[in-house]
């Protein structure tokens, strides 16, 4: 795709030469940066305000040393990180991420997709990512907690509910959220709304856990309505097996949806039988064993088959749902998807596809949208969580759930006036747009 010629330029000045080594972080300031040509044509204010030089480079970095004791009473360092991106519209907001893949590329472009997937939701968030490269896999509860303590002892001087406000992400569930807020509360003496997620009986909203999936399955029902088509009797494929898959799969059960595949770091389970209920909760001790596979799966229910070594993508589905880590869904998965006839792809892992596959999808007719539009439900449901904190207070989970509804439709209405390209959606482009010019707009009513 042509680029804007002042996108062209920051991105090589600014983004490409600076930091050669930042791959994800690269990928994904191409990928906005390709959607905004006809943006930056029509505006030159962006160019005359420098947003695109300011938007790349994250307002603050937090960089902090990890020590913490393992079960044999060893020491062990990790790096701590929280990239606080952008405040244009709110206190920095976006969830940690544990896992022996983070670096600053990782949590770079995870903190750039957040400012403007916190946008769309059109609620006042910036945009903030932070985590650490520990791995929690085989961790013991205790080792858990001492990592979280050691974490939280340098984070929580950043942080606060109108300054910085994390979640989960990969490897931060309820658990690690628990020990993080405990720790924070004993070092700030302060008890509210810094994180969210929160356990119910603490301060954690009602359908928090579910948002991300139900979100992801109510953008997906908006897709295609506008094919004049229904969700009941859709064969899914589903990759992952954490909180985001859980809730994909358990909302499109709800709706009649068959979920046909799950899958892990070891392989991926072939259902054709389709989740039930049971198996939905299955997923949640496969996820609460800490061993990070699948494969049990295949021993427990009959009639399904565990596929070593590889992807969903070969399983033969109507719709694909990415659900688990950046760049799993390659440009060779794409054309496989093709080639079985898939008809829609709705990314549900931060920038789950690569440019390749995107291409492959778009070249082919096959709508695609976007994981900073498909998965903004949970980010979103993470500022309902700060709303009841602030007003101290809890909702039901209808009052939760028709919120979510309401910003899930929003956002594809978005995605459809800024994406509409000859009659068919981009939703990458209409995603990017309105994220963009929703910070953009403000950095210059902001000065500098
Ligand atoms: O990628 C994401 O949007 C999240 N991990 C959730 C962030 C949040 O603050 O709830």
Redesign the pocket.
């Given at each position: 795709m042509k680029m804007n010629a002042y996108a062209e330029r920051i991105l090589q000045e600014c983004v490409i030469a600076k930091y050669p080594w930042e791959k994800e972080f690269i990928q994904s300031v191409t990928e906005v940066f390709e959607s905004l040509t006809s943006l930056l044509d029509a505006n030159p204010k962006y160019e005359q305000n420098k947003i695109l030089e300011r938007i790349v480079v994250p307002e603050r970095i937090i960089q902090f040393q990890v020590p913490w004791t393992d079960a044999n009473g060893e020491v062990q360092i990790n790096n701590g990180y929280r990239v606080q991106f952008n405040s244009a519209l709110g206190p920095y907001?976006?969830?940690l991420r544990f896992h022996p893949t983070v670096n600053l590329s990782v949590l770079k472009f995870?903190g750039f997709e957040?400012m403007f997937?916190n946008a769309l939701t059109t609620l006042p968030m910036g945009g903030g990512k932070g985590g650490s490269d520990f791995n929690p896999k085989g961790k013991s509860d205790l080792e858990v907690m001492n990592f979280c303590n050691a974490f939280m002892r340098e984070l929580f001087r950043h942080i606060g509910p109108d300054t910085d406000?994390?979640?989960?992400?990969i490897g931060v569930g309820a658990r690690e959220i628990g020990y993080l807020f405990g720790q924070y509360k004993r070092l700030a003496n302060m008890f509210n709304g810094v994180l969210?997620?929160k356990g119910l009986g603490w301060g954690g909203s009602l359908v928090r856990s579910e948002a991300?999936g139900f979100g992801a399955i109510y953008f997906v029902q908006h897709m295609l309505a506008r094919q004049n088509q229904e969700i009941a009797g859709k064969r899914i494929a589903i990759s992952g097996f954490g909180n985001v898959a859980w809730g994909a799969a358990l909302k499109a059960t709800q709706l009649g949806a068959k979920v046909i595949t799950i899958s892990g770091p070891d392989g991926y389970i072939l259902d054709e039988d389709g989740l039930n209920f049971d198996k939905v909760n299955y997923m949640l001790e496969l996820r609460s064993s800490g061993k990070d596979i699948v494969a049990p799966y295949a021993e427990k229910f009959a009639g399904s088959k565990f596929f070593a070594g590889r992807k969903p993508w070969e399983a033969d589905a109507d719709i694909a749902m990415p659900c688990a880590i950046q760049n799993e869904l390659n440009g060779n998965d794409a054309a496989t998807l093709v080639a079985n006839k898939i008809k829609m792809v709705a990314e549900v892992s931060?920038m789950g596809c690569t440019p390749e596959a995107i291409q492959c999808f778009q070249s082919n007719g096959i709508p695609f949208a976007p994981g900073k539009a498909v998965?903004?439900g949970?980010?979103a449901?993470?500022c309902l969580e700060m709303s009841q904190n602030a007003g101290h207070c809890y909702w039901t989970a209808e009052e939760v759930d028709s919120r979510l509804h309401s910003i899930m439709t929003g956002i594809h209405e978005a995605c459809v006036a800024n994406g509409e390209e000859n009659g068919k959606i981009n939703y990458v482009a209409g995603a990017n747009i309105a994220g963009f010019r929703k910070v953009a707009d403000a950095m210059i009513a902001q000065g500098w």
């Open positions: 907001k976006g969830g995870l957040q997937k406000v994390p979640a989960g992400d969210t997620g991300t931060n998965n903004a949970g980010v449901t993470s």
